[in-house]
């Protein structure tokens, strides 16, 4: 634990906004407080890995898929280069944010509550989706025993019905129709008889919402060739059983649509949506959608007194996406590094103004359609399938996270 006397920066969740935002301090305000050696930057997170999350959609399917070894990095191991006593990891889960009272309570993954007073606390626990085969919901042995289960129940699997138009329901129908069903040549539009008869229920008049309506529709004939079916204006009322997809991710299901319609299927994955994790918060600090809600300029979280701030998929500033929680972490911590020389007694002249966060708001979601096309855009432009491929599909962004779980690209202030 911390020794009392150290003013501890307290960061809850341990992927692209909590990774980032710690090495950055580590990097760049630390060293520059008066009395360095008195922070300490404590980094509590359910998981004790940091995972590339964007690879879920293919990783699900196979450990062959990926180099195991870059899909999921030891959180501690990658602040190993920090002086010992100005970082500290805990495996564990926030359970309760006393915001008067300064504390945060957490259950250690070895068992037993304890609670952190903070000096600073950066919020950055995420969000989970339905199904748990699409991200660290809980610790990495969870995601990898979901996995483990999915795996087992695929090859006899001769339906799969998949709830969400959005990217990650699109991706995972993708990756799973061209490793099941394999691909339609060049010249036929759709699979015919496909093996295994893969389903996308979105509750939309398009898929990928997100995106321009001729990008939709690129991705729906991508999807065809693979043997994937778009059922849109289509929503799941129910699930028979309740847990299938969720609890029990092997499960058969009988999916009911709002028009009546019954749809059995061998395997359910309910990709729509995500539910931020902010249950150990007090609803006065969060948005009406469950988000924590924080400033959209300075990323504070205002309700929650001073040096409270909040990023990524938790936080109400932006929409979920890896690239605006890169552009938030030099904001945030510009501003946190400020809070923190306040705090330590320098004037506000000297300090500076508070840095701004703008919400890139351009057209920009890249969709790989199975491991050799897909769609997207960027900034605005529509960019072709073969650099959907290059840029994101050929390993889904794994070629960024090296750096960006070691700190590298955190090297300079930016
Ligand atoms: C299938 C899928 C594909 C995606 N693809 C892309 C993409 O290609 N490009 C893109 O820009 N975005 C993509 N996203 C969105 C992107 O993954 C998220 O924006 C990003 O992961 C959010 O990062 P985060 O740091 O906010 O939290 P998360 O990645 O959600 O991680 C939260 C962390 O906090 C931990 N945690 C949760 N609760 C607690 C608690 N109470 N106490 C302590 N720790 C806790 C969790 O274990 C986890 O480690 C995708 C999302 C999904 C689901």
Not at 328 to 345: F, T, Y
Not at 388 to 414: C, F, H, N, P
Request: charged share 20%.
């Amino acid at each position: 634990m911390a020794a009392p006397s150290k003013a501890n920066i307290v960061i809850l969740g341990g992927s692209y906004g909590g990774v980032s935002t710690a090495h950055y301090l580590l990097k760049h305000a630390i060293p520059i407080l008066p009395n360095p050696s008195t922070y300490q930057v404590i980094l509590i997170s359910a998981a004790s890995q940091v995972m590339c999350r964007p690879a879920c959609p293919r990783a699900l399917i196979s450990d062959d898929l990926f180099s195991q070894d870059k899909l999921f990095v030891s959180i501690p191991s990658v602040f190993k280069q920090y002086p010992k006593e100005t970082f500290h990891f805990i495996h564990g889960t926030a359970t309760e944010l006393s915001a008067a009272n300064r504390k945060v309570s957490f259950t250690k993954s070895s068992g037993g509550t304890e609670t952190v007073d903070f000096h600073a606390l950066i919020v950055a626990t995420g969000a989970s989706t339905p199904s748990p085969l699409l991200g660290l919901n809980e610790d990495e042995k969870y995601l990898r025993s979901c996995w483990a289960a999915f795996r087992q129940a695929l090859p006899a699997a001769k339906s799969i019905v998949i709830a969400g138009g959005g990217p990650a329901g699109i991706e995972t129908a993708g990756e799973l129709g061209e490793h099941l069903n394999g691909r339609a040549g060049w010249f036929t539009s759709k699979l015919t008889n496909p093996k295994v008869s893969i389903t996308v229920v979105t509750t939309s008049s398009k898929i990928l919402p997100a995106l321009r309506p001729a990008i939709a529709d690129k991705a729906e004939e991508l999807l065809a060739k693979v043997g994937v079916t778009v059922v849109k204006n289509a929503k799941v009322v129910a699930v028979t059983p309740s847990g299938a997809g969720r609890d029990d991710v092997a499960a058969k299901a009988s999916v009911t649509l709002e028009n009546g319609k019954i749809i059995d299927t061998d395997l359910y994955i309910p990709a729509m949506g995500t539910v931020p994790n902010t249950s150990f918060i007090d609803k006065s600090l969060l948005a009406a959608d469950g988000r924590v809600e924080t400033n959209p300029s300075t990323l504070r979280v205002d309700k929650a007194g001073p040096r409270v701030y909040a990023v990524g998929d938790a936080a109400s500033y932006a929409r979920p996406a890896v690239h605006l929680i890169l552009e938030a972490i030099p904001v945030v911590c510009a501003n946190i590094k400020r809070d923190l020389l306040l705090a330590a007694g320098r004037d506000e002249q000297t300090v500076g103004e508070d840095r701004v966060y703008k919400e890139d708001s351009r057209e920009t979601q890249m969709v790989p359609i199975g491991k050799s096309t897909g769609v997207g855009a960027a900034m605005g432009y529509r960019i072709p399938g073969f650099l959907v491929w290059m840029i994101k599909g050929r390993d889904y962004w794994l070629w960024t996270t090296g750096g960006l779980w070691s700190g590298k690209q955190w090297a300079k202030e930016s």
